[in-house]
């Protein structure tokens, strides 16, 4: 467990996602351990949410703090379920040679930020909880601490998708190299080993190499953080409530209606009306 | 399983096995055979507007069967025009190659529409709105059919190299494909299901002509 929190240091960090830790073409991590601590840290953030309802009804309401906690993680674990087909059907249309299972390490350290940075605002939230009574507030307040998480762990995911690009050339870039260099071999050895060690200012060298495959198979993930922003937005209004308005009784799940956008304009019309 | 993922994969990076010479009949049929499967997990996802429980088994089920009866229905009409407009361009001698590039393209568009398909399943969580569901679909649709028809360029490289005439022949399938597509797409309603009518293979009544109902949807417009 240690390890595994560790890692998700070693992430926030940079160290895991720093060019020379990318010589293989994929972030070392273990997915397992990876989700376990960003399922734990998913339901620290569910129960901070779910304080709310627990604080403002005399204590009356576990079930939307058990609820809360559960659907935290069941939220990231669904978003990726509906967007992770077509990110990899649309990174085979453009040839992008990101492997499937390289794609998934490289979301699941994506997670990671997300969900440590949401976290980290938990007793923010937990205060707030104690010290107001509006429920539009509330909402509100969530709603920013996720977009500051999101926009901070996709951020990192498209800088990290261009150091996993990079370091993909220059392993193919290397395997060219080697099969090139049978008949004089004394003479490309060296170069071989200069481009092993890999140099300070890679990006400079490795301009000219950069292929339209890989700049497209960025605009495809350009876009798919585009809509993975969207769907996650929304899978957070078809799991609600997450807080549990004090005016309605318990439920697992509201009835399907409207949207995460237009909820939250009526909440922040809401809020000033007040 | 997992094989058949590694064909799909395949079918859409342009793989070997579907690009070399030889065996195309059995290429034909394996890239037919992934067009049931993929169309047939999409339609699924299609039919379930209305909910998975026991009472609309049939709707999903007659849903999946469609998807893949709607691209065959479309592929069998269009392709004997097609051969002759091949033979009349004088390329004969490659239609077997090209049969096997729009199977592919078929194929693909299958496999994108399945990568599509939990979208579809979250709009259906999201909205209740039965036009909504629809209209959604044939963004779907559209979509998959937009980026099958890169899937058909990259198949098409090769036999456009070797002679202009079948970029032409590619272009005129297009047309063609979409014509017989669009009317194919009516005859074979619902594909959804309406929640509020019983369920049924066919619409009664189905034989109507799309054009013609846009036409009267637009002249409705106009007139105000």
Known sequence: MIKWVKQLDHILRGDATQLSALREGRIEISIGGLTVVIAMLGMIYGFCMGSYALLRSGGSLYMQLIASGIKIPLLFFLTLLVTFPSLYVFNALVGSRLKLISALRLLVCCYGVIIAVWASLGPIVVFFSLSTDSYSFMVLLNV?????????????????MNRLVISQNLIDQRELLETQIEPTQSENESKITEMKKLPEDIKTTLQPLEDPTSKRAKQVFKIWTFVFALIGAQMSWVLRPFIGNPNLPFEWFRERQGNFFQAVFNTIINLFSM | MKTILLRADDVLRHGSWV?????????????????????FLYGSVMGSFAGITPDHFLQIFYSAIKVPLLLFGIFCLSLPSFFVLNNLAGLRDDFFQ?????????????????????????WYLSFANYHAAILF???????????????LKRYYQPLIDKNMKHQWMMRSWLVIYSFVGIQMGWVLRPFIGNPNTPTQFFREHA???????????????ISG
């Open chain 2, 137 to 151: 679909n044939t963004a779907m649709f559209g979509l998959a059919s937009i980026l099958a028809q890169f899937v």
């Open chain 2, 98 to 122: 090209v049969l096997r590039a729009l199977m592919a393209s078929q194929a693909g568009l299958t496999i994108i529409l399945a990568s599509l398909a939990p979208f579809t399943a979250f």
């Open chain 2, 19 to 39: 690009s070399g010479q030889g065996r195309i009949t059995q290429h034909v049929i394996q890239l037919s055979l992934m067009l049931c499967l993929f169309g």
């Open chain 2, 207 to 221: 034989w109507g002509n799309a054009y013609e109902k846009l036409l009267d949807i637009i002249i409705a417009l």
């Open chain 1, 144 to 160: 920013i601490t996720g977009s500051v998480a999101g926009v901070l762990g996709l951020s990192f995911l498209l800088r990290t």
